[in-house]
Each structure stands twice: as C-alpha cells, then as structure tokens.
C-alpha cells in the first residue's frame, strides 16, 4: 500500500510540473486540468503512504513481540532443553553429582548425562537412587578395610579404563564418582563425629576391684536421685542397663569403661554386660592352668631383682663401706627386712598373683630367705670365720 502511495504521489508531481509549464506558455486550460489531477492524486498517494506505513509499524511490533520467544527457543543450551524435557532427572543428576549442569561445557553436560543414565540402567534405579544404591551395594560386599585398596585400583585402573571406552573425561565417568563417594564414605567413618564415642581402660567389675583394692558400691545422689558408683579411686556414672540390674545381678554381670563423647573427658563408667547364647564356656582354672607357672616365675624373678638391686644400692653407700664387717651383715638384713615390707604391701603384685591363685606371702618369704642365704655366703666368702660377721639367729627376720 505504502508502495503504491509513493508511485501516485510521483504522478501528482510530473502533473504539477506538466501544469506549470502549460500555464507559461499560456495554455490555461491544459494547467488547470493537470493542476487539478497533481492535487488529486497526491492527496489519494498521502493518505495511502500514511495507512501503509502506520501498517508497517504494527507488523513490526508484531515482529519486535514474538522474536524473543523464537530467539530463546532457538538459543537453548543443551542441558536447558534436557531439563526441560526431563525435569526429574535433571534436578537429580545435579544432585548426586553436586555439580552446576547449566555452568558446565556442552560436551560435559552431555558425558554426565549419559552416564548417569547409563549407571542406572546397569543397577536397574532410579537415577535420584544411583549413589545410596552403590554403597549399599559396596558395604554388603566388601569390608571397610580394604576400602583404600580398591579406591587405588579404581584410580589406577578402572578410571582410564571407563573413560577409554566411552571416550569420555575422567572426570565424567561412573568410576569418578565411585571414587568421591568411597572417600567421603572413608572420611566420614575416620572423622569422629558430634556424638562419637570412643572407649578406654575396659576391664570387669571383679578386675576393678582386685585392682582398686576396694568394694564396689551404688550410691544414689541425694539430690538428684540419680545412680553413680564408688570404688577406691574410681567414680562415676551407672548406665541405666547396670541400674536395672544393681540388685539382682551378680559381680560378673558388670564391666568398668572410661568414655568420651565428641571428644570430651574421659568419665567412669559402669554398665551392664549383656547376657549371650553361650555355646562353650572355659572357666578360670582353664585359663590359668598353664600360665600360673610362667607367672609364678615371673613374680619371683620379679622380686629376686628387687632385692638385688636394694643389695647393690646399700653396698654402693660410703657409709656401708665405712663399717666393719659384723655391721655391714646387720645393715643389709635391715634393708632386706624394710624392702620385705614394702614387697608385701605391693598391691599390685598381690593382685597379679591372687589373679592367678598363687601365694604372693608364700613367694616372698621364700626368696627372702634366699636373698639372706646369699648376703651370708658372699660375706663369709670375704671372712676368716662366721663370727666375724656375728653368729646370730635370724629371730628379729619379719617372718
């Protein structure tokens, strides 16, 4: 329309022209009508170059309106129209994969999303499922420990073997993200966390008290009505299962444990062993039978080196190297005598050897007579004659 406007108003202009060469050389008829036809067909052409052009304008609006739409249909990034398509499963492989799919390049985007859906076709899940399933499946075939051993043979092997096959990155094959969930599996169970709690000095409430050399009591707090335990240098807490069972339950029935939570302190406490489907059982004499003769000698070469070091220690004294012979003799046997009251009241001694029903008086009367026997041999040996050392029975001995 706006065409055909301009055409007219070309018209009305050789009109008007014709017009006024006419009416020069004197023809006024002839200028006249032209005149009229110049006027006519430049309002018809203004009027049609007005509406074609106000036309125009709308169309390109029109144009203007819808181009982003076409524009953004025809911009769409690969994983913009994976997502569309696939709402689901795109919002899941983000969240397995921890990674940002519309950041990532289209090649990349396009190896993380085959075999995403290529691991979860071959474990028969869901692609949300893929990650829980895999552990699942991993801890019910192999145990924790080897864990380091098969995270170096993915690495290894398995990560170019995968990546040569599909001709993929590394860093988009299955075997990568085997490996970051193995390792935040591995971290997680080595790093303690908030309620973690970890167990020191185990030992049985009978052990407990041979070793503390006291009773064992339950004494409940006046003021908080709750439970805790006393026994020689130990104190605590009682777990409710020990509570329960503080009446009824015989000594064996109960277990000594140092505890911290999340790394705290560690605190006493006594608790509850449960009871099991015993199949064997071996009693204590089946356990000491062959060790009390080991133990035996070790408590008696235990306490022959004491008294040989005492004996060296008073001979080394400048003041024992002073005396005459008769005091030297009399001085040792007052060692001796001092150091075998000291070995007896030895807690820890007595309770290695009632641990395995030997006689700790028996043993330490015994190899106190030898030590003596060999303090006079090796005096004598230095001496012309007994009396020299002074011929006294041993009656002032401690036993």
Known sequence: MRKVGIVLLVFAIGNLLVAIIASANGETYAAGSKFSSSLLLGAIGGLLCYFGGKKDTSNQENINRSSPQESSI????????????????ASAIEAITKRKMSSQSERDVQEIVLSMERWAKSIGCQIQDIKTEFLKSYQSTFDNADTKEILEHLRNVKLKEEANRFNISTQNTCTHFMIKWLTESLQKEAAPSANHIKYRNKTSARDLIITENSELQFVENPKTGKIFFICGRKKGYVS???????KTGSLDD???????????????????????????????????????????KKIR??????????IEDTQKEEAYNKMEMPFKYLTLKAAIANFYQQMKNDKSLAAMANLYRIDHNTLLDEECLKIM??????????TESKEEIGNKPDDDLPF
């Open 74 to 89: 025809v911009q769409e990034s690969p994983w913009q129209k994976y997502k569309r398509l696939n709402p689901t499963k």
């Open 240 to 246: 409710p299962a020990a509570v329960e069972k503080m």
């Open 301 to 310: 070469t235990k306490l022959r080196n004491a008294f040989h070091e005492l």
């Open 373 to 382: 026997e060999e303090v006079e041999i090796e005096l004598l040996n230095n």
């Open 254 to 296: 109960f277990y000594y444990v140092e505890a911290s939570v999340g790394g705290s302190d560690y605190v006493p406490c006594l608790c509850y062993a449960k009871s099991k489907n015993v199949i064997k059982q071996f009693s204590v004499d089946d356990a000491t039978t062959h060790n009390t003769s080991n133990i035996e």
